[in-house]
């Protein structure tokens, strides 16, 4: 292999491009691990780093590509061989490191998982960032004293790809889903993944008290803003709120009236700051008993890598569902 493809993200006078470039493999970021790729993903993150909406890559260029999963062409540290089967999610990649979107990566080794039993390459990338986040949350949530007793999970941002897991893997271990949607003609792929009860994320009355009725025994949040508000005003006393994306704001108005008068934990979620055997155990889960049972409907695009950029405006004009898998070579 002397050179291979790469969608990379640059800057120029402060603005983002993005494209194809051959490279060879000195260009890349220094790691241990070299890696065919076979297959990537795109999450909310590639969406906005590719478009330059949000600051998500610190040094320029970088290939972009949050997650990658292929085969190992060689390694300079004793975990990994030539042939192993491996995975990376949340190692910092197109932010601070060459990402997946690329023919050829290079990675730390301390940011590589195997290819957890039970899961095949284009899995792990139905699953990606988006999906362990996910579970990860649902780990926090239940090591916080969450049950299926405290009542219905409420998820916003329901058909997007945390959502989506999220919802199909709290239905399968037993608890009763809300899907906070704005996508209307989706009720019938979320009830797919085990949601019992809609809620229009368009028409919903949310309040402004400092406590509004406890109707929600935990939540799952993909939006920030006015709806983690309202989510920190409505979840039953002693649940927990898993704090996720901002897809609607970065911004939070609440009390704590909440956090004193019902015991209400909100839990910040960040799949970069975690201890790598919780890393490890969480992603073992996905292949094994966490394996969402939907995950082959999650799929709402597969497409090949030299189509990839056509696909980052569905991110931002609402038309995005589900998760779309990035074939990036054979
Ligand atoms: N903290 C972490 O470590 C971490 C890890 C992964 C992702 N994230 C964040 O989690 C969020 C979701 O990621 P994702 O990959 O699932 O994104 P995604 O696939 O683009 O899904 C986002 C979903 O949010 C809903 N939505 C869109 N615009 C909205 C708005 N203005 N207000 C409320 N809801 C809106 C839509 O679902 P409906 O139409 O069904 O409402 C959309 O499908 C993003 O903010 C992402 O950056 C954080």
């Known amino acids: 292999m002397s050179t291979f493809r790469a969608y990379r993200i640059n800057q120029t006078d402060g603005k983002i491009t993005a494209g194809f470039e051959q490279l060879k493999l000195d260009a890349l970021t220094a790691g241990e691990v070299v890696i065919k790729v076979l297959w990537s993903g795109i999450n909310f993150k590639d969406a906005l780093a590719a478009s330059g909406r949000g600051k998500i890559v610190r040094q320029f260029p970088l290939n972009g590509g949050i997650d990658l999963s292929g085969v190992v062409m060689r390694s300079d540290d004793r975990r990994y061989r030539e042939g192993d089967e491996v995975v990376v999610c949340s190692g910092g990649l197109s932010e601070t490191a060459d990402g997946g979107y690329a023919e050829v990566a290079r990675v730390k080794a301390e940011h590589v998982v195997p290819l957890p039993r039970g899961l095949s390459l284009r899995e792990a990338m139905i699953i990606g960032t988006a999906g362990y986040t996910a579970a990860l949350a649902v780990a926090r949530m239940e090591q916080n004293g969450q049950t299926q007793e405290h009542g219905k999970i409420i998820v916003t941002g329901a058909t997007g790809g945390v959502g989506s897991v999220a919802i199909n893997l709290l239905s399968s271990i037993g608890y009763e889903v809300v899907a906070f949607t704005g996508k209307s003609e989706r009720h019938d ?28 025994g935990g939540a799952v949040d993909n939006a920030g803003g006015e709806t983690l508000a ?66 082959a409907n999650m799929v709402s695009r597969e497409v090949a890598f030299e189509k990839l950029a056509d696909e980052f405006d569905a991110y931002f004009d609402g038309s995005h569902w589900g998760r779309t898998v ?3 070579q054979q």
């Open 189 to 216: 792929y979320l009830r797919q993944l085990g949601a019992q009860h809609f809620i229009d994320r368009h028409r919903v009355e949310m309040g402004s008290r400092p406590l509004e009725k406890a109707e929600w």
């Open 230 to 295: 309202w989510l920190t005003r409505s979840v039953k006393p002693r649940g927990n709120i898993a704090s996720i994306g901002l897809v609607e704001s970065h911004k939070l108005h609440t009390t704590v009236m909440p956090f004193i008068l019902r015991g209400v934990s909100l839990l910040g979620i960040n799949c970069l700051e975690v201890p790598f055997a919780q890393r490890d155990e969480i992603w073992a889960r996905l292949g094994a008993d966490w394996k969402p049972s939907e995950l």
């Open 326 to 328: 990035v074939k990036i």
